[in-house]
């Protein structure tokens, strides 16, 4: 056989060795334990109570044992290979197809000659082993064992009825009485004489011998007395007789034993009759030569199977040998054909995997070399191409971190401005929107981004939406400032917005930033400051004048209302006064709202600000059911006592106002501990609110009223936001209004 050609250098695995070697005398050990343990389970059966020599068994079980460990070591050997080529195979590795088919091809080259020499071997032995068994002696033995058996037996019969007469007779005539002693002797006699019995003896209750007598062919001093032990016995078992036997010098001796009188249990028993019968020394002998003639036989026939297993045993470990020969040489010489194969599977296994480091190491001298050459150059040229790679895309990371760094810096600077920026691409597409922006239009930017701002800002923000599309038909390069007044959750909300241009540095159009700067505040506190500056001025010129104008017409009145007698006089002197008192209340009302203070809070309680309020109504006007519920709960808060009551004042005032008959005022306070709050509600079921008039309620230029001037809600706001409250309004559900003032704890 030419040697391989192809050998791949491994280093030695002295590790892998060392375990491997320990397995297999595990696998040994463990081997030889459940065969040595086999072999006593099936000898031990075989060999109780048989005179045959152990040794002469345990040598053959042991030859034995030795072929199954040798039939178990080559299945193992044949199976872990046969194993070892189906999973190669079944994980596709090159060349485990054609060690397969050599494999099989040589198995089944040697396979068909050895089953075929096997069955034939097999039979021919099974034959010999089953002509060497077929003569009929076990049934002789059988036969002739069955025949001593029968005269044992028959010997007992007659006893038992020679027991019976004897209990009758000395149960009957009282003889095992002590005083009794000289007839028991004659009748046993007597018994013994006429039965012709070798021996007949009588025992009392206390298990003595109280007499006996023996024919001329059993020696009297050969006869012993039963033992205690053997009486009791009888006395035990349900039988009413009990027969032992026992060897002499002149022969067996069989005695059997009854209760007297007979069959008697318990306290019943009087005593015990022995009757023996001897039988000859040669009959005992030649039984006992027979029994042990079948005993040995029947040893031989057991061991029929085991001397043909054994042969069976010994045929298989020639096959299987023959058969892992085959596999083994088919494997060796697929093998020197694969190896090649394998080693460039594998180098391409470890290049799809990653790992370009691989090297195959086959040394040969043919094309074979070519082809290994081949794929290490490149693996070589693989491994230069990756450095260049990572290189590039280590500097594409770094790049990549450096902008992100940028844009996160940009998001945290746009979250932090106070100002609202949102930026819109070429496209219209929304593209940044920062978190003042979300809560100034009260819109989320996960529900906006990448979207297009007509869809989203048409119909919320028409005039908004409008202007976008303006600065982007303009194409214009300036910057354009636009106030802007939205409604916003049903508030109006004025803006300024800035609209600028994106452009690159090649001047191309890529969107616009919008800046929003919040102004109602600011524009609320101008109005406010302007108002009160107006109502200062209103105050000042208009109040000096009335007390003259009231103080004539009063005294026209008095002066010329006895002369005078005319009811046009009388009107239009009162009317003058009226209108003057009224006129003066406006002034008033201009001068506080003018002229209105800081807070000053202090720690007090809610509940009685409440109560009082509601009591200056509850009797001038009785057509109202006032309704107050508060809260046990509400801690103490720092309030400007006359203040907030000028705020509960006011909005019961406009509640009956709003009332134009019957109806009901309920005003209700309650603790929020999640949010930290004093909620105050005062609701009416007067004629509500139009939801346009909503969003102008607490400006100091409006009024619903024909004769008020719109001071009275911007007042009630002015007081709650000095506290760092807050007050809104909604519709009532049972009708009406519904005004909420929240406090902070």
């Not at 199954?68 to 999973?87: D, Q, T």
């Not at 982007?472 to 802007?484: M, P, T």
């Not at 700067?517 to 107006?534: F, G, I, N, P, S």
């Not at 400007?640 to 709003?658: E, S």
């Amino acid at each position: 056989m030419r040697p391989n050609r192809y050998i791949t250098p491994t280093p030695p695995d002295h590790e892998a060795d060392r375990r491997r070697r320990k397995r297999d005398m595990i696998i040994i050990a463990v081997v030889l334990v459940l065969v040595g343990l086999l072999s006593y389970l099936i000898v031990k059966p075989m060999v109780r109570g048989m005179e045959v020599p152990f040794s002469s068994m345990m040598l053959m079980f042991i030859l034995m044992n030795i072929d199954m460990l040798l039939i178990l070591l080559l299945i193992f050997l044949v199976f872990r290979n046969l194993v070892k080529l189906f999973y190669e195979r079944r994980s596709r590795i090159p060349g485990t197809r054609l060690r397969t088919k050599l494999v099989a091809a040589f198995i089944s080259l040697s396979l068909l000659p050895a089953g075929v020499l096997f069955a034939f071997s097999l039979h021919f032995i099974s034959s010999s082993i089953g002509f060497w068994f077929q003569v009929p002696i076990e049934q002789a033995l059988d036969n002739s064992l069955a025949v001593g058996q029968s005269m044992y037996q028959h010997v007992e019969n007659n006893n038992r009825f020679f027991l019976e007469k004897a209990a009758y007779q000395i149960n009957s005539r009282n003889l095992l009485k002590p005083d009794n002693n000289t007839s028991l002797d004659n009748y046993i006699q007597i018994v013994q004489r006429e039965f012709n019995i070798d021996a007949v003896e009588a025992y009392g209750a206390n298990f003595r011998r109280l007499g006996f007598s023996t024919g001329p062919g059993l020696p009297a001093a050969a006869l012993s007395e039963v033992d205690a032990n053997q009486l009791q016995k009888s006395m035990a078992t349900p039988s009413p007789t009990w027969s032992t036997s026992e060897l002499l010098s002149h022969g067996e001796l069989i005695r059997n034993i009854a209760t007297v009188p007979y069959g008697a249990k318990g306290d019943e028993i009087k005593g015990f009759v022995v009757i023996s019968v001897l039988l000859p020394p040669d009959m005992a002998e030649h039984l006992a030569s027979i029994s042990r003639g079948l005993e040995e036989y029947k040893q031989i026939e057991m061991l029929k199977q085991p001397i043909r297993l054994s042969y069976f045993i010994t045929l298989s470990v020639v096959a299987l040998l023959v058969v892992f020969c085959a596999i083994w040489f088919g494997m060796y010489l697929s093998r020197s054909i694969t190896i090649p194969i394998m080693e460039l599977a594998e180098g391409t296994r470890k290049l799809a995997e990653g790992d370009l480091t691989y090297n195959i190491n086959v040394q040969a001298d043919d094309e074979m070399k070519t082809l290994v050459d081949s794929f290490n150059k490149m693996t070589r040229e693989l491994r230069f191409n990756r450095r260049e790679l990572e290189f590039s895309a280590r500097k594409l990371y770094e790049q990549n971190l450096e902008i992100e760094e940028r844009r996160r810096y940009m998001e945290i600077v746009l979250n932090n401005v106070s100002a609202g920026v949102i930026s819109l691409d070429a496209h219209g597409l929304i593209t940044t929107i920062n978190a003042s922006a979300e809560e100034m239009l009260q819109i989320q930017a996960a529900e906006v981004l990448k979207k297009s701002y007509r869809h989203l800002l048409s119909e919320p923000y028409p005039k908004l939406a409008s202007e976008i599309m303006t600065h982007f038909s303009s194409q214009s390069d300036d910057s354009v400032s636009k106030a802007l007044n939205l409604t916003i959750n049903g508030k109006r909300r004025t803006f300024k917005v800035n609209f600028n241009a994106l452009k690159d540095d090649a001047g191309r159009q890529l969107g616009i930033v919008m800046v929003f700067d919040d102004l109602t505040e600011l524009e609320k506190a101008q109005r406010m400051a302007a108002w009160r500056e107006v109502a200062r001025r209103i105050a000042h010129e208009v109040k000096n004048p009335l007390t003259p104008i009231s103080l004539s017409a009063q005294r026209l009145k008095r002066k010329y209302q006895k002369q005078i007698d005319d009811p046009v006089f009388d009107e239009c002197t009162q009317t003058i006064i009226d209108h003057t008192d009224l006129i003066r209340n406006l002034v008033n009302e201009f001068s506080s709202f003018a002229r209105f203070p800081t807070a000053n809070p202090s720690p007090c309680e809610l509940s009685p600000i409440i109560y009082e309020s509601v009591a200056l109504y509850r009797e001038g006007h009785p057509e109202i059911a006032f309704s107050v519920k508060i809260s046990q709960d509400i801690p103490g808060l720092n309030l400007d006592r006359q203040q907030i009551k000028q705020v509960l004042i006011n909005l019961i005032d406009n509640a009956i106002a709003a009332i134009r008959e019957q109806g009901k005022i309920s005003i209700t306070a309650e603790f929020a501990p999640e949010e930290e709050k004093v909620r105050i509600a005062v609701a009416d079921t007067g004629s509500g609110i139009p939801d346009a008039d909503k969003p102008y309620l607490f400006e100091p230029d409006f009024t619903t009223k024909k004769s008020g001037m719109g001071l009275g809600l911007a007042i009630v706001a002015t007081i709650v936001a000095d506290h760092q409250g807050t007050i809104s309004t909604e519709d009532n559900p049972s009708g009406g209004a519904r005004f909420i003032i929240e406090l902070p704890v």
